[in-house]
């Protein structure tokens, strides 16, 4: 069982940044940034594999930025020139398998944290 805590939300005008955070109480294989906005369905941001590959929605491409740091089991987001259109609840997410992007697998079993707010005024 891996727990996820995740951290850096907040509120900032249309432009600003912010850095989001995951630490994992484990080995992760694959991860993830997931976002879900009122009425809205959850969708993925952004994954990266444990050797570092990572892909990004087409929406976030150019602005945002995932890392991670493997020795320290924690996960990043880096959100550059950010849009009242990325407001949502942001959620950490890790495969419990590892198989290739699993954790983008519709109705992957992953570990998930408990989410943490952007909003983004104009």
């Known amino acids: ?6 951290s850096g939300g907040g ?3 249309s432009g600003g940044s912010l850095r989001l955070s995951c630490a994992a109480s484990g080995y992760t294989y694959s991860m993830g ?3 879900q906005a009122p009425g809205k369905e959850r969708e993925g941001v952004a994954a990266i594999e444990s050797n570092g590959d ?3 929605a087409d929406s976030v491409k150019g602005r945002f930025t995932i890392s991670r ?12 020139d950010l849009k009242p259109e990325d407001t949502a609840m942001y959620y950490c997410a890790a495969a419990r398998l590892g198989i290739r ?3 983008l697998l519709p109705n992957a079993n992953n570990y998930w944290g408990q989410g943490t707010q952007v909003t983004v005024s104009s």
Do not use: D, G, K
Request: charged share 10%.
């Open 101 to 103: 992007w699993y954790v």
């Open 33 to 35: 940034w997931f976002r």
């Open 1 to 6: 069982q891996v727990q996820l805590v995740e």
């Open 69 to 80: 740091a493997n020795a320290e089991n924690t996960l990043y987001l880096q959100m550059n």
């Open 54 to 56: 990572s892909i990004y």
């Open 11 to 13: 509120s900032v005008q």
